[in-house]
């Protein structure tokens, strides 16, 4: 038996709920889908290069 018990969620997975939250609050917000795809866009292409 494993000393560690594995996550019930990985972190990829987390990282997708929080995507998709953000995206429909923008949508919920008013945002249209393209707008709110676009901002999620951005923000995932800021973080892998660093927040340039």
Not at 40 to 52: D, E, F, N, P, V
Request: hydrophobic share 55%; glycine share 8%.
């Amino acid at each position: 038996m494993p000393d560690e018990i594995p996550a019930p969620i990985t972190e990829l997975a987390a990282m997708a709920v929080q995507h998709h939250e953000a995206f429909q609050a923008w949508v919920d917000a008013g945002f249209t889908e393209a707008q709110a795809l676009d901002l999620l866009k951005t923000i995932i292409l800021r973080g892998i290069a660093g927040g340039a």
